[in-house]
Nanobody
Framework: QVQLVESGGGSVQAGGSLRLSCAAS?????????IGWFRQAPGKEREGVAS????????YYADSVKGRFTISRDNAKSAVYLQMNNLKPEDTAMYYC?????????????????WGQGTQVAVSS
């Protein structure tokens, strides 16, 4: 059973930075091949932020975070990170880590098979 646990959320002022971590466990080689970050603000739909191919580092970003957020992986630690710089109030949301079994990195929610419980990010102006 694949398990994903997020950490690193918190409260920052606009322009600040946070680094989210996603620890993955319970999978063997080939069970999952991409991990992504998604977010959901109050009253809004969940949206994709970034995803990465864990076998080769291919990355994919939402336009709203390009140049500010960076996704990375550490396969030795079974972890994926989201470095968030120059945060804006509109980045405030619950951030979720998710994994999918096949295909290239995308931000399509329905393609992801496993989800974490989320970590809250709040950015004040």
């Amino acid at each position: 059973q694949v398990q994903l646990v997020e950490s690193g959320g918190g409260s920052v002022q606009a322009g600040g930075s946070l680094r989210l971590s996603c620890a993955a466990s319970g999978y063997t080689g080939g069970t999952i091949n991409c991990i992504g970050w998604f977010r959901q603000a109050p009253g809004k739909e969940r949206e994709g932020v970034a995803s990465i191919y864990i076998g080769g580092g291919t990355e994919y970003y939402a336009d709203s975070v390009k140049g500010r957020f960076t996704i990375s992986r550490d396969n030795a630690k079974s972890a994926v990170y989201l470095q968030m710089n120059n945060l804006k109030p509109e980045d405030t949301a619950m951030y979720y880590c998710a994994a999918k079994k096949s295909g290239w990195p995308t931000l399509t929610l329905s393609e992801f098979n496993y989800w974490g419980q989320g970590t809250q990010v709040a950015v004040s102006s």
